[in-house]
Every structure is written in structure tokens, then in C-alpha cells.
């Protein structure tokens, strides 16, 4: 495989997130099937995403809920909720990755994986919202 760059890290994290999301599996089984598909990144970058995400999932959702007016966290997508909670976990825990480009990326998954343009907007709008108090705070965790 080639050398992947960020995107494709960012891809594979979210699909085992997506995967873990769907199967009591450990990790180290979803891990162990996505290397034996080949189709799946696991390597240690992709690891620290699936597992910083999941160390930090109970605020990461507590965020969530806050921001999602319209939905309870329960109704939202299992694919759109893995795509928040991935970006969230960057914007807040991965120090190499800017805010603006957590966000971007999240919608392009959001573009890539989703089943609508309402699902975009979703993913979009609550990122959008997130980002600006963390902005107005100046930049601490909810």
C-alpha cells in the first residue's frame, strides 16, 4: 500500500469507528479483519484516532447532544455520529491537526459516506457551531 497521507488515516479511523460503532468486537479484532481485507489503514496514526476517540466519547457526546438541536444523539446517524466524534476528538485532542481543517475533512467524509445533502448540512452546521464558541472561549473545551 501506499504511503498514506492524512485523509486516508482520517478515512480508515472512521470506518473502524464506524464498524466498532456496529459490533462489541475489541479493537484489536476490528483491527486484525481490516488488515486481513487489506482495505483499511492500521497503522499508529490510525490507532490513535480509533483510541483518543473512544478514550474521550462520553464528553465527546456530552458535545454532541449540546449541539444537536434538532436531533436527541440517539436519532442521529451511526455514520454521521462516528464522523462528529471523530472530527470533535481533533478539534479538541490532536494538537497537529487545525480546527478549520477537522472540520473540512469531517464534511468531506460527510460528502463521501452520507446519504444526504441534509445529512451534510447536519454534520456541517453543528462542526460550524461547535468551532465558533470554541472560538468565542478562546479556544478551551466546552
Do not use: C, W
Not at 55 to 61: K, Q
Amino acid at each position: 500500500m501506499v504511503n498514506p497521507n492524512r485523509r486516508m488515516i482520517r478515512d480508515s479511523a472512521m470506518k473502524l469507528l464506524f464498524e466498532k460503532s456496529l459490533r462489541d468486537d475489541s479493537l484489536e479484532e476490528l483491527y486484525a479483519i481490516a488488515e486481513e481485507i487489506d482495505e483499511i489503514i492500521v497503522n499508529d496514526a490510525v490507532k490513535e484516532l480509533v483510541e483518543g476517540t473512544i478514550a474521550h466519547l462520553a464528553a465527546i457526546d456530552e458535545i454532541i447532544q449540546r449541539f444537536s438541536k434538532k436531533r436527541s444523539i440517539n436519532r442521529i446517524s451511526k455514520l454521521n455520529l462516528t464522523i462528529l466524534r471523530l472530527a470533535i476528538y481533533e478539534i479538541l485532542y490532536d494538537e497537529g491537526t487545525p480546527v478549520n481543517a477537522a472540520v473540512s475533512e469531517a464534511v468531506i467524509l460527510a460528502e463521501t459516506y452520507s446519504a444526504s445533502d441534509e445529512d451534510i448540512r447536519f454534520v456541517n452546521g453543528l462542526l460550524g457551531a461547535f468551532t465558533k464558541e470554541l472560538a468565542e472561549q478562546g479556544g478551551s473545551p466546552s
